[in-house]
């Protein structure tokens, strides 16, 4: 089938819930993929983030085939060897005591919603069912109805309810209305340490420091969904990091926990929280079996080894400074931290989206996020010579559509 033709297939027989750029992808190898006609890019998006060891690394690879050739799921019915290796790694890693896995983002913030329910009735002496959660406006969690319940685009939430009680919403990065909005029933705050797809959204320096010391305060568990931030993206181990002495309650990680191999997401906290969770409370038929807890353990290891998250640090920098340097009528802000970088257009420049399909033809890959921002995550491996590659397209672009 020629590319052309999988598109049409794919809008016939596909839900429209996706609106993709008009390239048929058929292989990818590190920061590189390429399409049906044998066009070569650079993947720019890294799958928001789940692609942040690249695509098909090698020891991922390996790893895949390792726990296939022995065993892929057994259920929690019963143990399986590479769960608790996986759990213990995992919590050593983010400073934390317990590890709940799942499989999408979503139902790890699902999860996390639950047992901060829980944590305020059963510790916090909240009465049932009163418990309120704190989120920040703009905020993207995933998509399930708890979730867009609490959302406030539009187009995510409006023609899905009824909707899930329960949430307030502050706005993003303002810490004096988080200290407003709790009440004595108010159990967690959620939220997003850099906001990824509302556009990059970077809150203001101390605003992570003063929600930890407004909840430590008000005895609030906070939770910070690091779905897309975490495992190096933002060139710290966490994003929350870049403010010293923050540490939530609870973590929420999925995306690049699967090393771009298989979906595993997991609630990681301490046991005073996660410890109340008590069987069959909650559970997931795929959720810690041996083939995901493998792969995400391969994927931590090879985070560490490789340095991904110095290099995104590093590599993160320069490419934002030069970012920065291209002049452009139409460039309103360079802003993120580590490679996870937003470019924000004036209204003027007539969307993103043209931004975008230009930068395809130059062999780029990246997609809009809502009208006026574009998004560049490169894989963590990128390497310098590869920007400059890429800073010369992203030139090249912005001045033709000057
Ligand atoms: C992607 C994302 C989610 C949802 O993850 P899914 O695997 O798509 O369910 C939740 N929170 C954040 C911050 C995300 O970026």
């Given at each position: 089938?020629?590319?052309?033709?999988?598109?049409?297939?794919?809008?016939?027989?596909?839900?429209?819930?996706?609106?993709?750029?008009?390239?048929?992808?058929?292989?990818?190898?590190?920061?590189?993929?390429?399409?049906?006609?044998?066009?070569?890019?650079?993947?720019?998006?890294?799958?928001?983030?789940?692609?942040?060891?690249?695509?098909?690394?090698p020891k991922l690879i390996k790893a895949v085939k390792e726990q296939m050739n022995k065993l892929t799921l057994t259920s929690r019915a019963f143990y399986n060897e590479q769960l608790g290796p996986?759990?213990?790694?995992?919590?050593?890693?983010?400073?934390?005591?317990?590890?709940?896995?799942?499989?999408?983002?979503?139902?790890?913030?699902?999860?996390?919603?639950?047992?901060?329910?829980?944590?305020?009735?059963?510790?916090?002496?909240?009465?049932?069912?009163?418990?309120?959660?704190?989120?920040?406006?703009?905020?993207?969690?995933?998509?399930?109805?708890?979730?867009?319940?609490?959302?406030?685009?539009?187009?995510?939430?409006?023609?899905?309810?009824?909707?899930?009680?329960?949430?307030?919403?502050?706005?993003?990065?303002?810490?004096?209305?988080?200290?407003?909005?709790?009440?004595?029933?108010?159990?967690?705050?959620?939220?997003?340490?850099?906001?990824?797809?509302?556009?990059?959204?970077?809150?203001?320096?101390?605003?992570?420091?003063?929600?930890?010391?407004?909840?430590?305060?008000?005895?609030?568990?906070?939770?910070?969904?690091?779905?897309?931030?975490?495992?190096?993206?933002?060139?710290?181990?966490?994003?929350?990091?870049?403010?010293?002495?923050?540490?939530?309650?609870?973590?929420?990680?999925?995306?690049?926990?699967?090393?771009?191999?298989?979906?595993?997401?997991?609630?990681?906290?301490?046991?005073?929280?996660?410890?109340?969770?008590?069987?069959?409370?909650?559970?997931?038929?795929?959720?810690?079996?041996?083939?995901?807890?493998?792969?995400?353990?391969?994927?931590?290891?090879?985070?560490?080894?490789?340095?991904?998250?110095e290099n995104s640090y590093e590599i993160g920098n320069y490419f934002m400074e030069q970012l920065r340097k291209i002049k452009s009528r139409h460039i309103k802000e360079v802003r993120g931290k580590?490679?996870?970088?937003?470019?924000?257009?004036?209204?003027?420049?007539?969307?993103?989206?043209?931004?975008?399909?230009?930068?395809?033809?130059?062999?780029?890959?990246?997609?809009?996020?809502?009208?006026?921002?574009?998004?560049?995550?490169?894989?963590?491996?990128?390497?310098?010579?590869?920007?400059?590659?890429?800073?010369?397209?992203?030139?090249?672009?912005?001045?033709?559509?000057?």
């Amino acid at each position: 089938m020629t590319g052309r033709e999988i598109m049409d297939i794919t809008e016939e027989y596909g839900a429209h819930n996706y609106h993709p750029l008009p390239v048929v992808l058929t292989k990818g190898k590190g920061i590189w993929v390429w399409d049906s006609e044998g066009k070569k890019y650079i993947d720019m998006l890294s799958c928001y983030s789940a692609l942040n060891h690249g695509h098909r690394h090698p020891k991922l690879i390996k790893a895949v085939k390792e726990q296939m050739n022995k065993l892929t799921l057994t259920s929690r019915a019963f143990y399986n060897e590479q769960l608790g290796p996986f759990c213990k790694e995992l919590a050593h890693f983010c400073n934390m005591e317990m590890v709940l896995p799942m499989n999408s983002g979503a139902e790890a913030v699902e999860t996390a919603v639950k047992i901060a329910r829980k944590w305020g009735y059963i510790k916090k002496g909240v009465k049932h069912y009163n418990a309120e959660i704190i989120v920040c406006e703009n905020n993207f969690h995933g998509r399930t109805v708890t979730i867009i319940s609490f959302s406030t685009e539009p187009l995510y939430r409006d023609e899905f309810g009824p909707f899930t009680p329960g949430f307030k919403v502050i706005p993003f990065g303002d810490a004096d209305a988080l200290e407003k909005a709790i009440t004595p029933n108010t159990v967690a705050f959620l939220v997003e340490p850099i906001q990824g797809e509302a556009g990059i959204n970077v809150p203001p320096d101390g605003f992570l420091k003063k929600a930890y010391e407004i909840c430590k305060k008000n005895n609030v568990l906070l939770m910070f969904d690091e779905i897309q931030t975490g495992l190096g993206r933002t060139g710290k181990p966490f994003a929350h990091q870049y403010e010293e002495g923050v540490k939530p309650d609870v973590l929420i990680l999925g995306k690049a926990l699967g090393g771009g191999m298989y979906p595993v997401s997991a609630v990681v906290s301490n046991k005073e929280v996660l410890g109340l969770f008590t069987w069959g409370e909650h559970g997931s038929t795929f959720g810690g079996n041996p083939l995901a807890a493998y792969i995400a353990r391969v994927a931590l290891k090879v985070l560490i080894e490789e340095r991904l998250t110095e290099n995104s640090y590093e590599i993160g920098n320069y490419f934002m400074e030069q970012l920065r340097k291209i002049k452009s009528r139409h460039i309103k802000e360079v802003r993120g931290k580590g490679l996870l970088i937003g470019l924000e257009l004036h209204k003027e420049a007539g969307g993103a989206r043209r931004f975008c399909e230009a930068l395809m033809n130059e062999g780029l890959l990246c997609k809009e996020t809502h009208d006026h921002v574009i998004r560049f995550a490169p894989p963590l491996n990128i390497r310098k010579k590869d920007i400059n590659f890429a800073v010369k397209k992203i030139k090249k672009v912005f001045k033709e559509l000057d």
